[in-house]
């Protein structure tokens, strides 16, 4: 989509650099941003610099957009504003709050480009649409003219892919992780709960962090005890998260539950995969982390209960490859969508 073509001279290179940034931006915050999803924000003048950059950090708080804007006035270049590059559609309703595309038309910006629509049908194209309508130069990502155009629009996609799967079907986007030795076994040797590297191990905190749930099943716990808490990188603030166990049998002892709830885990206790991903939804969940033995995870894949499939394999170094369900992300490199080190 492109309405208004922009007429300046601002290279197709430098603004999806500014994408590029956006994104990066934004992608430090997924799972922090629950039920909204993360976006980022850049301002350009009208030489290409880089003036302000906001991201959504929390439900509440402002919207990339807005946070931008808001850095711009505060260090004084508010009227220099010209392009806004944004990794989601602005706004155009009333939530928490203002709608982001008239904090745009309060400023002197004359172009938008847009990482990837609202994938909410009932305001979808509306942001768009109220911008162009005022005069703004309105391009999505997929539509610029670079030949990253294609990466940048399905790395706008999947950031905001647990959000998009939670609007459009009310389940959460469920995210399966593996950890496989030499001969492809998931199981550590006696004694060990692991054998993957301490980076290997760190990508799987990271992968927690951005997780609102845990799915697991009896087997898991009876045989390693685990926390499930984000320990070897820094969490969000306040973030609580859901921990569904599998166990049908009634193998979990009490205690463990009593232990998880205490280290700030909501535990449910559904009985079938299904079950579990429907009240996870229901609970306003987007990203579940399945972290779970062979049978638990063979049945999430083999019965396609899965979106994303990180495999984390055993060698010097480990080896981490990134599967998707959706062939819209098979291009994506594993740097673009696993979350990074820092928040």
Not at 149 to 158: F, H, I, K, Q, Y
Not at 247 to 266: I, K, L, M, T
Request: glycine fraction near 10%.
């Amino acid at each position: 989509m492109g309405i208004h073509p922009a007429t300046d001279s601002l290279s197709a290179a430098v603004l999806a650099a500014a994408m590029t940034r956006a994104l990066d931006g934004a992608q430090r915050f997924a799972g922090a941003t629950t039920p909204n999803p993360p976006v980022g924000c850049v301002l350009l003048d009208k030489a290409g610099q880089v003036i302000a950059e906001g991201v959504h950090r929390k439900a509440g708080l402002a919207h990339a957009e807005a946070e931008a804007i808001a850095s711009a006035r505060a260090a004084g270049v508010a009227d220099r504003i010209h392009t806004v590059i944004v990794t989601l559609e602005p706004c155009n309703h009333h939530g928490r709050t203002p709608p982001c595309a008239d904090a745009i038309l309060a400023t002197p910006a004359s172009r938008v480009i847009i990482g990837a629509p609202d994938p909410n049908p009932g305001v979808s194209g509306g942001g768009a649409a109220r911008l162009a309508a005022a005069g703004l130069s309105v391009v999505f990502a997929a539509d610029m003219a670079d030949e990253r155009a294609g990466t940048l629009a399905r790395r706008a996609a999947r950031l905001i892919a647990p959000f998009a799967k939670r609007v459009l079907t009310g389940l959460p986007w469920v995210t399966v992780k593996q950890a496989l030795d030499e001969r492809g076994g998931m199981a550590p040797p006696a004694g060990a709960k692991t054998f993957t590297s301490p980076v290997s191990l760190s990508l799987a905190h990271r992968l927690r962090r951005r997780a609102d749930a845990i799915l697991t099943g009896s087997g898991t716990i009876l045989a390693d005890d685990p926390e499930f808490t984000v320990r070897r990188v820094r969490d969000f603030a306040g973030k609580q998260r859901a921990l569904a166990i599998l166990d049908r049998r009634g193998r979990v002892p009490e205690a463990y539950f009593s232990a998880a709830e205490a280290r700030g885990f909501a535990v449910i206790r559904p009985e079938t995969p299904e079950a579990a991903l429907a009240a996870l939804g229901r609970r306003g969940v987007m990203e579940v982390l399945v972290e779970a033995g062979p049978s638990l995870t063979a049945s999430m894949l083999d019965g396609g209960l899965w979106d994303e499939n990180v495999r984390i394999e055993k060698g010097d170094p480990d080896r981490v490859s990134v599967f998707y369900r959706d062939p819209e992300f098979h291009e994506l490199n594993e740097a673009d969508v696993l979350p990074g080190e820092e928040e």
